[in-house]
């Protein structure tokens, strides 16, 4: 059974309201002031208010507003009485959040057409409102399934941590590190286009491709190699036109070499304990965009205590208060500037990017990983 919500200073109208709603079969609550309207309203939660535009105290429209703001009262449906009928008053009512209007004297059959309408709008608005909460709790659940795949911090014989900040609950980046022997350690970090479900499920589908090694006869030492076999894989043509960029790289701890190779990814960053900088990237388009594409490999010496940064575009495409982006040089000026303040310059990086963006939120999925080399 639908409640309704009388709000009318004329106790006439609320006995003529009471006893025609109550006849269609709605529960009705009759009050004659706005304070006492907003109290029960907050209680009973009611699926319709019907309030009168002019009253003592709070007005219709002031009851409106309290109404609509009220999270736990937005879907209500909200009738204001009035024998105000110019275009202004409408609008000034429209832009209070009222749904509709009833003009003064009450045409009854009017009335209850206009409960009924409003009332099937207010069902509707339930009916979405479930559907959303539902919606959020299965993403808030596939989020944490995702966030399950990321690999934990590593401590020994590297010194390796993140940071992870999707611009939506799912995310398009993506990252994995893993020893392919004892020796050699393989690390990615992709970042598909897009955001959102669509944009995760590639990057899934690649974190389980390379972690099973499902890829026969592939070598995964050579990066090249890797990024070829992707490139054949995962085709825009048959992958919901969706491309992804990656970094992959291969560390070999005994001769502390690096063999890299990139697809259309933001290079990494290598900064030795002089603060020495190398932008370590190889020629390349997205992966999926072009089959014929080929790979290439790049190669570097790893000195001791070296810190390796690999990133997405998120880290560098953060919007300044003036409008503008940060840039890709900016942030590796200031990832050079901030690599010995302290020693967690991670989080010195992610803090000065969060208080250089002007939004609450990151436009792009955000990830950087950080490999420490003793």
């Given at each position: 059974?639908?409640?309704?919500?009388?709000?009318?200073?004329?106790?006439?109208?609320?006995?003529?309201?009471?006893?025609?709603?109550?006849?269609q079969?709605?529960?009705?609550?009759?009050?004659?002031?706005?304070?006492?309207?907003?109290?029960?309203?907050v209680?009973?939660?009611p699926?319709?208010?019907?309030?009168?535009?002019?009253?003592?105290?709070?007005?219709?429209?002031?009851?409106?507003?309290?109404?609509?703001?009220?999270?736990?009262?937005?879907?209500?449906?909200?009738?204001?009485?009035?024998s105000?009928?110019?275009v202004?008053?409408r609008?000034?009512?429209?832009?209070a959040g009222?749904?509709?209007?009833?003009t003064?004297?009450?045409?009854?059959?009017?009335?209850?057409?206009?409960?009924r309408?409003?009332?099937?709008?207010?069902?509707?608005?339930?009916?979405?409102?479930?559907?959303?909460?539902?919606?959020?709790?299965?993403?808030?659940?596939?989020?944490?399934?995702?966030?399950?795949l990321?690999?934990?911090?590593?401590?020994?014989?590297?010194?390796?941590?993140?940071?992870?900040?999707?611009?939506?609950q799912?995310?398009?980046?993506?990252?994995?590190?893993?020893?392919?022997?004892?020796?050699?350690?393989?690390?990615?970090?992709?970042?598909?286009?897009?955001h959102?479900?669509?944009?995760?499920?590639?990057?899934i589908?690649?974190?389980?491709?390379?972690?099973?090694?499902?890829?026969?006869?592939?070598?995964?030492?050579?990066?090249?190699?890797?990024?070829?076999?992707?490139?054949?894989?995962?085709?825009m043509?048959?992958?919901?036109?969706?491309?992804?960029?990656?970094?992959?790289?291969?560390?070999?701890?005994?001769?502390?070499?690096?063999?890299?190779s990139?697809?259309?990814?933001?290079?990494?960053?290598?900064?030795s304990?002089?603060?020495?900088?190398?932008?370590?990237?190889?020629?390349?388009?997205p992966?999926?965009?072009?089959?014929?594409?080929?790979?290439?490999?790049?190669?570097c010496?790893?000195?001791?205590?070296?810190?390796l940064y690999?990133?997405?575009d998120?880290?560098?495409?953060?919007?300044?208060?003036?409008?503008?982006?940060?840039?890709?040089?900016?942030?590796?000026?200031?990832?050079?500037?901030?690599?010995?303040v302290?020693?967690?310059?991670l989080e010195?990086?992610?803090?000065?990017?969060?208080?250089?963006?002007?939004?609450?939120?990151?436009?792009?999925?955000?990830?950087?990983?950080?490999?420490?080399?003793?």
């Amino acid at each position: 059974m639908f409640k309704i919500l009388v709000i009318d200073d004329d106790p006439a109208v609320q006995i003529l309201l009471k006893r025609m709603l109550e006849k269609q079969g709605y529960q009705v609550v009759a009050v004659s002031n706005g304070e006492n309207g907003i109290e029960k309203a907050v209680v009973s939660r009611p699926a319709m208010i019907i309030c009168d535009w002019l009253m003592p105290g709070l007005s219709g429209i002031d009851v409106c507003r309290y109404i609509k703001k009220d999270p736990n009262l937005s879907t209500t449906f909200f009738i204001l009485l009035t024998s105000l009928d110019s275009v202004a008053d409408r609008v000034k009512g429209l832009d209070a959040g009222a749904d509709d209007f009833i003009t003064k004297p009450i045409e009854q059959n009017e009335m209850r057409a206009r409960v009924r309408a409003g009332l099937r709008l207010h069902q509707m608005s339930q009916d979405l409102k479930a559907q959303k909460q539902i919606l959020e709790a299965e993403l808030s659940e596939a989020a944490d399934y995702v966030r399950s795949l990321l690999p934990t911090p590593m401590i020994h014989p590297f010194n390796i941590n993140y940071t992870f900040i999707p611009s939506q609950q799912l995310g398009g980046d993506c990252f994995d590190y893993y020893w392919l022997d004892p020796d050699y350690l393989a690390i990615y970090l992709l970042d598909t286009a897009g955001h959102g479900l669509k944009a995760t499920l590639p990057s899934i589908s690649v974190l389980n491709l390379l972690r099973s090694r499902a890829l026969k006869d592939l070598n995964y030492y050579q990066p090249k190699e890797v990024l070829n076999a992707l490139n054949s894989t995962f085709q825009m043509s048959y992958q919901n036109d969706k491309y992804f960029t990656i970094w992959y790289g291969v560390y070999n701890l005994i001769k502390r070499e690096l063999i890299y190779s990139s697809a259309g990814h933001p290079p990494a960053i290598l900064l030795s304990e002089n603060n020495d900088i190398q932008l370590l990237k190889t020629p390349g388009m997205p992966i999926g965009m072009f089959p014929e594409v080929q790979y290439a490999n790049g190669f570097c010496k790893i000195e001791k205590d070296s810190t390796l940064y690999i990133f997405s575009d998120g880290a560098y495409e953060v919007t300044l208060s003036n409008g503008q982006l940060m840039g890709l040089e900016n942030f590796i000026q200031r990832v050079q500037r901030l690599y010995h303040v302290s020693s967690s310059p991670l989080e010195n990086i992610l803090n000065c990017l969060v208080d250089l963006n002007s939004k609450n939120t990151f436009d792009d999925d955000l990830s950087i990983l950080q490999i420490g080399f003793n």
